[in-house]
């Protein structure tokens, strides 16, 4: 049904193009219709009927050919259901890359402003369909993990979904393929949106019940309320993954989502329509902001919680050291590539770039007013990677540096919050004591003392002014991920939605590594002029 429903909604070429700039309506726009009534159907699907294979409730799954029996016909829709909308996620990133950002000189034009409407729409339900489908993989996924004990059998450690027989290996892999395309779109949504609040005037001019921004903007501040939700609910499904045992999703499945541009950009979404931002990291404050209040808790719980719960992989800990505190790691110089290359890469961009760190301090003073109890333990961890640091010595693997008490710092903070996220006795401790003022005003006082020490200097955020660019993209073999099991054209840009699932396409597999599959020659050809031809070789390194 949701293939069939996009084959009807997606046009091609000219037609598109012509579509898209006759749209009279931004709620008319038929993708969008389709994913709103379609979104109730994944909700249909039991958590604990995915993982035994059964239906919750009898005729509640779509699409698909039963088994005598049932058993396998709900995990298989499911799981069939998110890589159709991570495909779909995937082919909108793509349009989204190449749409002019809000206030550019060619997005000038009624049909371009209906244009970007459409797209950024449809993102934001394309995600919410999507996180349904991922939040009911994930349960499943713990329910299996619980079953056969601590630590798990079914994955290696590596890139891939791992071994064994039995259904779990391939959900996996979807379920790392969902998330990685979901992340991609969520970080493009956020960056036109970051732009978009900025052009409008940004800062709290807009709060009240009318438009978003203080200018005549085209989003309300419901619908914009709604699209920030849905792109920072992406990084509670990181942190929902990473909580998961390594069998399950393995480290570098989580670092192939970039976790660090959606962290970034949030952050930027924040500063750029957050309440009073703009004054935030300079004891200014105040006003409401563009946007509902649940749209700023929902960055600081995704922030907060996606960068302690990743940190808590000992292989992820040095890029997450990184992200907070690219100058000191890079000035470090412990080793020539991994996280090390990454700090530095960031710190060049200097103070117009992510030199101070995806999390600036300026949205660190927001997120507090918003969730304290989640900023004060992002706030920890963010001081401790800081000041482990700055006081010298080598970050080595996983970032720890044998028993020096410097790095002991940084990974006991990060324990000491993953614990608290995860004891709900001590969380309900936590959010009691923490509260918005007391909180903000430690933050700041912690961050004015840094730049005093520094010499006056720090970070910014550049005064909410959004920056142009992403920060870089993690490359090479450490995200070269396979989907050996996922059976899905490998091109970002297809838009074959044939057949009943994305498995009933006719995929031929890439003659070199053998890892990416596609639906046709031109998918392949487009691939290859593209990302592939790097990958590949990347891909066929790894075995």
């Keep these: 049904m949701l293939r069939l429903a996009l084959r009807g909604a997606l046009p091609h070429g000219a037609q598109q193009q012509q579509q898209q700039q006759q749209q009279p309506d931004d709620d008319r726009d038929p993708l969008v219709l389709i994913m709103r009534a379609l979104a109730p159907i994944a909700q249909m699907f039991g958590h604990e009927s995915l993982a035994t294979g059964r239906r919750s409730k009898p005729g509640a799954a779509g699409g ?39 206030g550019a000189e060619a997005q000038q034009g009624q049909g371009q402003e209906r244009r970007w409407l459409v797209s950024v729409l449809g993102a934001g339900q394309v995600l919410d369909l999507l996180q349904t489908y991922m939040a009911a993989i994930a349960s499943a996924l713990s329910v299996e993990a619980r079953a056969r004990g601590s630590g798990g059998s079914s994955s290696s450690g590596g890139g891939g979904g791992g071994g064994g027989g ?13 998330l990685r395309c979901g992340c991609a779109l969520a970080t493009q949504l956020m960056h036109h949106l970051t732009h978009y609040f900025a052009g409008q005037g940004g800062r709290g001019g807009g709060g009240g019940r009318g438009r978003a921004g203080a200018g005549a903007g085209p989003l309300p501040r419901a619908e914009a309320t709604r699209l920030v939700e849905a792109g920072a609910q992406m990084l509670n499904m990181v942190n929902l993954f990473a909580s998961l045992p390594p069998a399950c999703v393995s480290w570098r499945q989580l670092l192939a989502t970039q976790p660090q541009q959606l962290t970034a950009v949030c952050c930027e979404v924040l500063t750029a329509a957050g309440p009073g931002a703009g004054a935030a990291g300079r004891g200014g ?27 808590t992989r000992e292989e992820l800990r040095p890029y997450v050291r990184a992200w907070l505190a690219p100058r000191v790691v890079a000035a470090e110089g412990a080793s020539s590539g991994g996280a090390a290359s990454y700090a ?45 640091t700055a006081r010298g010595g080598g970050g080595g693997r996983g970032g720890s540096r044998g028993r020096g008490d410097d790095m002991d710092d940084f990974s006991l903070a990060v324990l000491v919050s993953a614990g608290t996220l995860q004891d709900p006795q001590r969380f309900a401790m936590s959010s009691h004591v923490a509260q918005p003022g007391p909180t903000t005003q430690k933050v700041r006082q912690d961050l004015e003392q840094e730049r005093a020490r520094a010499g006056g200097g720090g970070s910014g955020g550049g005064a909410g002014k959004p920056r142009a660019a992403l920060p870089p993209a993690l490359g090479g073999d450490t995200v070269a991920v396979p989907y050996r099991r996922v059976r899905v054209c490998g091109n970002p840009g297809c838009g074959n939605f044939a057949g009943a699932a994305e498995a009933g396409l006719e995929l031929k597999q890439c003659g070199g590594c053998k890892a990416v599959r596609y639906c046709g020659a031109d998918c392949q050809r487009a691939h290859w002029r593209g990302p592939h031809k790097q990958e590949c070789k990347d891909l066929q390194r790894q075995g």
Excluded: N
């Design 285 to 311: 404050g105040g006003g409401d902001g563009v946007l509902k209040p649940i749209a700023y808790q929902r960055i600081a719980c995704g922030v907060g919680c996606s960068i302690i719960m990743l940190a």
């Design 344 to 388: 530095a890469a960031l710190a060049a961009g200097g103070e117009a770039g992510w030199a101070d760190g995806v999390v600036d301090d300026e949205a660190m003073v927001l997120m507090a007013g918003a969730k304290p109890v989640y900023a004060g333990l992002l706030h920890q961890v963010r001081q401790a990677a800081r000041a482990s």
């Design 64 to 102: 698909g050919e039963a088994g005598e029996d049932g058993a396998g016909d709900v995990r298989e829709q499911v799981v069939g259901l998110a890589v159709t909308a991570a495909k779909r996620a995937r082919q909108l990133v793509g349009e989204l890359e190449a749409l002019p950002l809000p």
């Design 166 to 178: 039995g259904f779990l290996p391939a959900v996996e892999e979807a379920a790392a393929f969902a």
